[in-house]
């Protein structure tokens, strides 16, 4: 095991360093100043001319430049954003935590209606009721995330207010980030308005989270219907149940257990399609996450917040894909069986 | 026999298997209901919402000094909420009236006035800064001195200079600013200026705090006067958040009637389809800048109210006219001819304008229309100039602003129209568009050939619509985008702000708008009316025809909690 969690991490590293460098041939490529590129400072001064010079090497040839600037980014200097003249790596604190909040949140909706569904169309017996689920499903994993974002904002929102649908919570609330979770943070506030905060916070974040969840709810129903039909016609299944077992306790302690492991795998090939999303979402909902972040610096020609998002983003669907397939091979015997085998 | 027990064992399984099914379809009815009946619990109930107003605005301010910009978002942000000025501009009443200077005096020859300074003002306190002291003369000298000499620790903090102070030569107008004791303060003026004490009472005309930029060099980090704004008005700056929201508290020892509100935010929102819905779902009280398109859903909206006034303010095409061939005043003629504005006014402003006959807004005391120079659509006197000039087959850049501005909601929608009219007399045009800091920034390198841009008047002089725009002196403020500098219409301007005489002035005004209507350094097309959208549970919103906006005086509806 040690040695295949050695070359998991090699190939985070390997993957990483080859993100950096196309990033890097990207940024000298931009229609901008190099100096300006890589630091985002607009009128610098003398002095900072030269700490940029220094820092970036950019007096020697683009070898030397790639070194310091991949020096630079691996201690956590990602420049200073052109719009706003603040560090880009404190915006990027700032607005990590909100999609994870989004994400996070999505995605257990996506497991918890998910999973159960899916298990409800496979044990079902009705022709019906089995082609429905399916149906649904289909329809739910074909429909455009920025038509379904619109449209529930339109119905929900302006049509028959119910639901905000733009933002974390009404500004009146005051809320100093804790941990960056706004359900969490409302709840660790100690202003007197605490509880209607956290209802505020929740009824904002139902319908991007929704419509978010759409995709991996699909993609969930599927795989664990699919994966239990095939457990639940593994001998060891029938054996239980020839024992007279009770079909809930072989639902829950033989079947689901195995059969959650495809879905596993399947959330992590779905994360760079989730990440997308996550980001159409984002602007849709104007959502202060690191998705609309990158946007609006796209559309301001922010060349450090670009750099600084797509890194972010990138390293971390590289971490989270890797770190699923730990998790996949930890869970799964068999997988390891394949992996001693190969060793 | 074991044959049988098994089949009996299966059929149990299989209805156990049947109730098990019926069991979990509840459970996962029950557990897919939870999160919708929450939602629908949390949208119904009655809401509890701290005491404020969100305000959507349209962008992010560029700095939190009004003294360094000219640009309309960051003035509403700033300059009417954070700061005071010595006097102010009463809208209605059509005069200067006293904020931080209580009463002046002008001296006979006009060229020196004296400010007898408010007692007992205070500045806002903030995590970096607690005042000392009240405000007095020395922050009035600082405010001026930062804007007025080169050799000031201040003066190049501002790396975007001054752009209103260049565009009226402030520097070459003001000899010195200088105080006699605490209370009182006199400026000595090289020419007489009939606009001066409007200049004052403009929104970049604020006064900033001596004692905290003086904290702040000793920090040795002076760019922060800019940003963590302290200033003496109704409100006091909490926390920026670019892209997202600026929040600002009530100050409570604001020296003039105090807010009705505690808490102002701002909510930074560039798409004007999203400041309306966010309106409707009642996330922001008031919108800044709705679509003429969105006119007509607002006024059958139960929830929302529109507020408009006619505004001072201008939306003009300008052309390069240091550049060829818009230096040929035929050419600027035909291209202005082959406009169809009235085309313009019904498609971008519906009814939130009206045409423009001259530079300056009917409104204005100095407004004129009796020249003869016609300027009406006609494109075969377009095409018919444009052969005299010896031009074929021109082809032209329309630069188009990203925003919607108070003057003009649309600008890319007037490019495109421009566009189709000028295809009419066998002129190309391109229409070129950047996000806004971008776009202002790459106006600034002045390659361009036209431009659509516009001005909001600061104050009701007139000269606020000529001095700014036309002068010499504004080319290298950038806010001349028709980079058109005639030394013989400068003194004509000159004249018009020595005179303290209104009939004379009027006469002189007029002239110019003839000269600009003859030379034609840009086409005036339009005069948008101030428009303003709120909730039902605002009972009073003002709306001024000028400057930015300030809610100092606003009013929320008492039972509002909805």
Request: one cysteine or more; aromatic letters at 10%; hydrophobic letters at 45%.
């Amino acid at each position: 095991m040690g040695i295949y969690l050695l070359r998991r991490l090699n190939l985070f590293i390997a993957t990483s360093l080859l993100m950096v460098t196309i990033l890097f041939i990207a940024t000298i490529h931009f229609p901008t100043e190099r100096a300006y590129a890589y630091s985002g400072i607009i009128n610098p001064s003398a002095e900072q001319v030269q700490q940029i010079i220094s820092d970036y090497q950019l007096d020697k040839s683009d070898v030397y430049q790639y070194f310091a600037y991949l020096s630079q980014r691996m201690s956590g200097n990602l420049g200073i954003s052109a719009t706003s003249q603040q560090s880009v790596a404190k915006e990027l604190a700032t607005v990590l935590p909100a999609s994870f909040e989004l994400a996070c949140f999505s995605g257990l909706l996506a497991l918890v209606l998910g999973v159960p569904l899916g298990v409800l169309a496979s044990l079902n017996q009705h022709k019906l009721t089995q082609n429905a689920i399916m149906a649904i499903t289909l329809t739910g994993y074909s429909i455009p995330v920025f038509w379904l974002g619109l449209t529930l904002s339109l119905w929900f929102g302006v049509r028959l207010g119910w639901l905000p649908i733009s933002g974390q919570i009404n500004l009146l609330y005051e809320i100093k980030p804790v941990t960056g979770f706004m359900l969490i943070d409302t709840l660790l506030s100690d202003s007197s308005y605490r509880l209607p905060a956290f209802k505020d916070a929740l009824a904002h974040i139902v319908l991007p989270a929704v419509t978010l969840a759409v995709l991996p709810f699909t993609v969930v129903v599927r795989i664990t219907r699919s994966a239990m039909l095939n457990v639940m016609n593994q001998t060891y299944v029938r054996a239980a149940e020839a024992r007279g077992l009770h079909t809930g306790k072989i639902i829950l302690r033989h079947a689901l257990p195995n059969a959650l492991i495809p879905v596993l795998k399947h959330l992590g090939l779905m994360l760079g399609a989730f990440a997308s999303y996550a980001i159409v979402v984002e602007v849709i909902f104007s959502w202060p996450g690191v998705g609309s972040w990158l946007v609006s610096g796209i559309y301001q020609r922010d060349y450090t917040v670009i750099q600084g998002g797509i890194l972010a983003v990138a390293l971390l669907i590289i971490f989270l894909s890797i770190l699923i397939e730990v998790l996949h091979t930890a869970s799964n015997p068999l997988s390891r069986k394949e992996l001693y085998a190969s060793n | 026999m074991n044959l049988e027990r098994l089949i009996e064992s299966m059929i149990t399984a299989q209805s156990d298997n049947d109730s098990l099914m019926n069991a979990l379809t509840t459970r996962l009815f029950r557990l897919a209901m939870l999160p919708l009946l929450g939602g629908w619990l949390v949208a119904c109930g009655h809401q509890q919402l701290p005491q404020g107003v969100v305000y959507c605005s349209e962008g992010n301010p560029e700095s939190f000094n009004p003294q360094t910009v000219t640009s309309g978002t960051t003035i509403d942000a700033t300059s009417q909420q954070l700061y005071s000025r010595l006097v102010d501009y009463d809208a209605d009443e059509g005069k200067i009236v006293p904020a931080l200077a209580s009463s002046w005096e002008i001296s006979d020859d006009g060229l020196e006035y004296r400010f007898f300074l408010r007692h007992g003002v205070t500045f806002h306190h903030s995590d970096i800064f607690t005042p000392s002291r009240p405000f007095n003369a020395d922050d009035v000298l600082f405010s001026f001195q930062r804007v007025l000499d080169e050799d000031h620790p201040y003066y190049w903090v501002a790396r975007s200079g001054y752009p209103f102070f260049q565009s009226i030569d402030f520097t070459n107008q003001v000899a010195s600013v200088t105080k006699n004791g605490d209370y009182e303060v006199v400026f000595k003026l090289l020419r007489r200026d009939a606009s001066f004490l409007s200049n004052l009472a403009t929104d970049f005309a604020v006064v900033l705090s001596a004692e905290y930029a003086d904290q702040l060099l000793r920090a040795k980090t002076p760019e922060l006067l800019d940003q963590k704004a302290i200033g003496t008005g109704p409100f006091r700056l909490v926390e920026y958040v670019k892209n997202e929201y600026i929040r600002y508290r009530r100050h409570e020892g604001f020296w003039g009637e105090a807010p009705k509100i505690d808490m102002l935010v701002f909510d930074i929102t560039s798409k004007s389809s999203v400041r309306l819905s966010k309106l409707i779902t009642g996330d922001c009280s008031v919108s800044a800048l709705p679509k003429a398109g969105e006119l007509k859903f607002i006024e059958n909206h139960p929830e929302l109210l529109l507020e408009s006034k006619p505004g001072l303010n201008v939306a003009f095409w300008a052309f390069n006219t240091q550049k060829p061939p818009f230096n040929d005043v035929r050419v600027r003629r035909a291209l202005s001819l082959a406009v169809d504005k009235r085309n313009i006014l019904r498609a971008v402003y519906q009814d939130t304008g009206v045409e423009a006959q001259s530079l300056l807004p009917p409104s204005s005391w100095a407004y004129a229309r009796d020249y003869e120079l016609d300027l009406d659509y006609s494109p075969s006197k377009a095409m018919n100039l444009l052969a005299e000039a010896g031009i074929v087959n021109l082809s032209i850049d329309i630069w188009a602003m990203p925003v919607a501005r108070a003057y003009n909601p649309n600008a890319l929608k007037t490019a495109e129209l421009i566009q189709a009219d000028l295809a009419n007399i066998g002129v190309k045009a391109n229409i070129i568009s950047y996000d806004w800091s971008v776009f202002t920034q790459k106006l600034n390198q002045t390659d361009y050939d036209s431009v659509l841009i516009g001005w909001n008047a600061d104050n009701s002089d007139p000269d606020n619509f000529f001095t700014p725009l036309l002068s010499c002196a504004s080319v290298g403020s950038g806010n001349n985008r028709s980079r058109w500098c005639d030394p013989a219409f400068d003194e004509l301007l000159n004249r018009a702000r020595a005179s303290t005489d209104r009939l004379e002035r009027t006469a002189l005004y007029q002239e110019a708008q003839a000269e600009v209507s003859k030379q034609l350094p840009l086409l005036a097309f339009a005069h948008a009316k101030r428009t303003l959208v709120h909730r039902h549970n605002i009972s009073y919103m003002p709306v001024s025809p000028f400057g930015g906006i300030a809610f100092a005086d606003i009013k929320p509806a008492l039972e509002d909690n909805d």
